[in-house]
Each structure stands twice: as C-alpha cells, then as structure tokens.
C-alpha cells in the first residue's frame, strides 16, 4: 500500500516521541512491503516562532490533501504561563481538528498484564478492564463563542450541539460497542445542562437502531468516581468533548501511564493518529519520555488502512517491551531505557519477525544480536 503520511511532532516532547513512531512505520513498511511517504510540517510554538500562526496554511493544506495525518503534541510553558497571549500552540491543534472534521476521538484503554502493578489502583479493581472513550471533538465549549469585556473582568465560553453533532458519533460508538461487548455508557450532566439532556435524547434515539447494545447513563461526576471505583463496567463510554479529555487523562491511571495512551481522531474524510498526553516540557530533549502511545498512535493508523497484520505486530512489539521491561522510567523508575531504546525495541522487532528474542545480562538480544 502506498501513503502519504503528514507528520507534525510539534513542541516538548513531540519530536521525540514521533520519531519513534515514524521508525515503527519505516520498519513495517520494508518489512511488509508498503511504501510510506512522510512529510513534517510546523504546528504548535514551534510554528509561531517560526511563522507568526500556530497553524501555518502550508500545514493545513498538507494536512487536508494528505492520507493521514501523525500528530506528536502542542504547548509550551511560555503560553500556558500567560494568560494575556492571544495567539497560542493549542489553537492550531483545535483549528487542524475543525478544518480536518475530525469530529470523532477514540481512545482505548487497556491495561497491560506485566504493567498491572505500575497502576497506584489495586490489582483487582484494575485487571480485566478494557474500556474505549468516544470523545466528541469539534463542539462543546471549546468550539463556542468566547467573549472577555473590556475590562477583563468576565469571561465566557458558549458551549453548544446540535442534534447533527451529536448523531454521527453516537453511530460510531454504538458500531464500535456491537463488536465489542454490547455496552454503551453515555457520560453527561444531564441533571444540569441543556446540551446534555439534547445529548441523552438524540443518543436514546440513535440507540433504537442498536437494539443489541445496552445502554446506560451516567453523571459526569459519577463517572469520574466509577472509573477508579470498578472500571470494569465499561465497555464503551460516548461523551462530549471536554468531559472526554478530562475523563480520558484520569483513565489513563489505570494503565500506569498516559505515555501508553494512543488515540485516534475520524472525520468523514480525513484522519488524524495522537497520543493523549501534552508536550510533557519538563521532559524535552532528556530521553525518559514515553513514546508508547505515539507508536500506538501509528499502529492504529495502520488498523484505520486495513493493514491489520501489520498493526498486531507493533502491538505485540510493545508487548514485548513492556514484558522484558524495556520502558521507560514512567513505568519503572530505576529504569535505564529511554526514549529512543523503546524505539530501537520496537523497530528491531518489526524487522526480526519476532525471530527468537531473549533476554540475559540486561540485554535484550534477538537471534545472534543485542538490541538494546
Ligand atoms: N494533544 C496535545 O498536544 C496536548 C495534550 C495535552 C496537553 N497539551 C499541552 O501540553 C502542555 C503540558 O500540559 P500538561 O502538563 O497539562 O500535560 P502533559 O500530558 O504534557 O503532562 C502531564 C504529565 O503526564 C506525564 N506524561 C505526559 N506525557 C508523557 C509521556 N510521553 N511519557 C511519560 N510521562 C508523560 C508527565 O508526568 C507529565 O508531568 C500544555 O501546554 C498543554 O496545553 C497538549
Ligand atoms: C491541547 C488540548 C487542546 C487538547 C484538548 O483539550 O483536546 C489535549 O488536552 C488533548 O487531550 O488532546
Ligand atoms: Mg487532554
């Protein structure tokens, strides 16, 4: 298969997660014969110092004419520290996300077996849960008017849906449930706000065409609780879009580390492959970030292509780091691999075709070769 892949590594950590993940896709793609054409582009702080936006037109059109889109993450302490910055990194992320329609933002979790104690939740609340958050990504209150007076004393932010809005994603959650275990948890305030009872009436209506999928509600608050409490009940949980980035982050917990959280985020016509967390910048430039959850990232960029062999073997190629514990210190704190060692992992699997892999002397060796 031949893609054109756009690659924007942004700010912090970006660049060096995303190079590990262009390595997993450079190795799957001689191995299985695909060729990947990647192409960077400016996003974030880096692109406002460099060219005044934080989404220059020449990334957007990249982006819109292109198959995929590999993003890293945006932010930079100069802009979070200062409230008064009218141009800021994350407004070219919402802008790229608006323009691209990316109205739909998977993100699985699933802890891993080997990890299971790097999670600070007991053992048995967090074992067995295997949930998928459906965040709606274009409306809300992140994309409703804003408004400051003069005086810079009142501020607001409208948050707004329409049935419409609300109506695609429930589909692709409820497909997504039917083939999972047939569970649908709509997260909202309901008690409360009017986009949320438009929420519960549009999905109960949606839900009628998916008879197989249970369907249930919860408070927003509640959900918060639950998820620590027993996220076991989950299968599939469908809400909006800034109740999603808050829920999502505090899902991660489970897992041991957001570094393990990938996501990807669907339009109609394109698609854009992210890891959940920030730009992380008091981790830039040291090596110890996590690039897991970019590498997923791009393993379910090849799922979304069919490329389904493919994506398993990057699966399992994490498997493997995680199982002979080659992470970074997130996961282990004494650990003495980085950034760039889970990289070389993964890559070196890919092309070893999981060809005998071993571990002595804190050495990982595949066959004849030490690979990390
Ligand atoms: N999608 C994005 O680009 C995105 C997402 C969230 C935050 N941000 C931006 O990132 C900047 C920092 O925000 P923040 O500190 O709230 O969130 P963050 O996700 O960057 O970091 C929060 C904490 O999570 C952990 N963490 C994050 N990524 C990690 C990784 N790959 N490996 C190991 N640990 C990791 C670290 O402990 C870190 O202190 C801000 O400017 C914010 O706007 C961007
Ligand atoms: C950086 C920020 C705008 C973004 C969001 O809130 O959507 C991030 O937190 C995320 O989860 O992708
Ligand atoms: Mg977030």
Known sequence: MNLKIAVLPGDGIGPEVIAQAKKALYAIGEVYNHEFV?????????????????LPEQTLNLCL??????????????????????????QG??????????FANIRPIKPYKSLIDASPLKREIIEGADFTIFRELTGGAYFGAKTLNE?????????????????????LAFKSAQNRRKKLTMVDKANVLETSRLWRKVV????????????????????????ILN?????????????????????????????LLA???LGEKNALFEPIHGSYPQAKGKNIANPIASILSAAMLLEHFGLLKEANVIYKAIEKAIEFKVVTVDLKSDSKFGTNEVGEFVSNFIFSKDDLLYFNNDNVHIGQSTIV
Do not use: W
């Open 93 to 102: 992320l919402l802008k790229l996300r608006k323009e691209l329609g990316l």
């Open 151 to 171: 005086e810079g004393t009142h501020a607001s932010d409208l948050c707004e849906y329409s049935e419409e809005e609300i109506a695609r994603i429930a589909h």
């Open 263 to 265: 996501s990807a985020s």
């Open 38 to 54: 990647f192409e960077e582009a400016l996003m974030g702080a880096i692109a406002i110092d460099k060219t005044g936006k934080p």
């Open 204 to 227: 109960q209506k949606v839900g009628e065409e998916y008879k197989d999928v249970a369907l249930d509600f919860l408070f927003v608050d509640n959900a918060a609780m639950q998820l």
């Open 65 to 90: 004419n292109t198959d995929a889109v590999l993003f890293g993450a945006i932010g930079d302490p100069k802009y979070d520290n200062n409230p008064n910055a009218k141009v800021r990194p994350e």
């Open 231 to 259: 996220p076991k009940q989950f299968d599939v949980i469908l809400t909006e879009n800034l109740f999603g980035d808050i829920l999502s982050d505090e899902a991660s917990v489970i897992t041991g580390s957001i570094g």
